[in-house]
């Protein structure tokens, strides 16, 4: 959130700024002009800055697959999935690519502003680190502390950072500042002079929390909350490894629409006019995890209520009647019932299918932009009611009724005319522009951080690399 939000206040001062995160965990991706994926935050970043977003800005995005495993992206493609102890021996590799994609980075911009991973003091993770003090050491740049003082104990967070750091990783830190103040900031004077004191490092100032933080993107799985907008409820069921879930961000957005992000172990509610399947990294043990709810049963009697039901890449595949795995992607080989809304097959292929997506919502004509990041082949007698059309192309299908929908189209809500008619259709209304929205809220967060960070001494501690 602050490096999206200083991307856009030096973007505005003239500079050419870009993002750069070496390493992100998130199964909310963003597939890039380049032909790669990349994490989300990164994407939003690009778009604070003016940038499309590209592979360079995120060359490690691990995406996790189970407890103890990942699926490792490399510059935008798959390299390999790990698990947690074969990663750290894989990481001197991928600092070379790191390194490779961040002066890429560099030789086009005036400012790149490089988002760590975590905490700095995990000093147990040190020896061949490439997301903080690591890559920071390995690319020569300086280093800012961001203290959240909306945990609790932010003195010594800080103080206790420069504490236990190794001499050289401490005097690489050049400045700290504070996030998400919550009241009158002049009462953490005492505390900041505290600081300041204790550890020598000058104060960039207190951020106070940003209201309209909600309105931006979520960049993971713990920004998923659930919305009290209006009378039109959409039911969400929270998979255990939900992915690309910025389908919700737009409708969550809109004041007439209430989004119902449904825990795991809580029946999806009765009066839900809308159930809408997410996309998931691990489909078929989502689909278990969804029987296990009991939220197959819900859905059911959801459907049986004249209910609608929109399944979006893992959960249009979980809607269909069989799901096969012949290669064993998601474990061993297999193929699974389906929850059997939608009279189609997928079956699993090793290939991922990455692409930016011009779509036409056939019922209406309108245009829709959105993305597909999924692995499977989707078809069957539903796919001859397609709702949607690429490149000339039926994509998607539909139940007889046209209630249940599904495709692998991500995107698809930020598009206004097509939310407003599908809303319509639900006996909603639209009352914003999605897009607009956002880019409102990055320059109010630019204005925010100009007000309460002292930008000009941030950017003199930038150095040539």
Request: some cysteine; aromatic content about 6%; charged content about 25%.
């Amino acid at each position: 959130m602050v490096v999206a939000g200083l991307a856009r206040a030096y973007a505005r001062r003239g500079l050419r700024v870009a993002p750069f995160k070496p390493q992100n965990m998130s199964n909310n991706a963003a597939v890039t002009h380049d032909g790669g994926e990349i994490g989300r935050a990164q994407a939003l970043q690009a778009r604070a800055a003016g940038l499309e977003p590209h592979t360079d800005m995120n060359p490690v995005l691990l995406k996790p697959e189970s407890e103890v495993g990942a699926q490792v992206i490399v510059q935008g493609q798959r390299y390999a999935t790990l698990k947690a102890r074969d990663y750290a021996k894989a990481k001197p590799d991928l600092m070379a690519a790191v390194l490779e994609s961040f002066t890429r980075l560099g030789n086009g911009a005036d400012l790149v502003l490089i988002e760590g991973a975590g905490s700095p003091a995990e000093i147990n993770l040190r020896p061949g680190d490439i997301a903080n003090m690591g890559f920071a050491e390995a690319a020569g740049v300086p280093v800012v502390l961001i203290g959240d003082i909306d945990r609790g104990g932010v003195i010594a967070q800080v103080v206790g950072t420069q504490a236990i750091l190794p001499k050289d990783d401490a005097n690489r830190i050049k400045a700290f500042a504070i996030n998400k103040f919550r009241g009158d900031p002049s009462l953490f004077d005492d505390g900041l002079q505290e600081i300041v004191k204790r550890t020598g490092w000058p104060s960039l100032g207190v951020v106070p929390w940003f209201s309209d933080a909600w309105r931006l993107p979520a960049e993971d799985v713990m920004d998923i909350a659930s919305t009290t907008g209006g009378a039109l409820k959409i039911a969400v069921p929270k998979l255990g490894r939900i992915a690309n879930f910025d389908d919700l961000d737009p409708l969550s957005a809109e004041p007439g629409v209430s989004v119902d992000i449904v825990q795991p172990g809580c029946a999806l509610p009765g009066d839900a006019d809308l159930v809408l399947i997410p996309g998931s990294k691990s489909t078929i043990g989502d689909l278990a995890d969804f029987r296990a709810n009991g939220w197959d049963i819900d859905l059911h009697a959801h459907i049986r209520r004249g209910g609608h039901v929109l399944g979006v890449c893992g959960g249009y595949q979980m809607l269909g009647r069989d799901i096969a795995d012949p290669h064993g992607i998601e474990g061993a080989p297999c193929t699974v019932k389906g929850l059997g809304h939608l009279d189609i097959t997928t079956v699993m292929h090793p290939e991922k299918r990455l692409a930016l997506t011009e779509a036409r919502h056939i019922p209406t004509g309108t245009d829709v932009q959105g993305y597909e990041i999924h692995i499977g082949k989707t078809d069957g007698p539903d796919c001859a009611h397609a709702w949607l059309e690429v490149d000339g192309a039926a994509h998607g299908a539909a139940s007889a009724d046209g209630r249940i929908l599904g495709c692998y189209l991500h995107g698809l809500f930020s598009a206004d005319s097509f939310r407003r008619a599908y809303l319509e259709r639900l006996g909603g209304r639209s009352e914003m522009t999605y897009e607009q929205s956002v880019d409102d809220t990055l320059d109010a967060l630019a204005d925010h951080l100009e007000t309460h960070m002292d930008l000009d001494l941030l950017l003199s501690l930038a150095e040539e690399v």
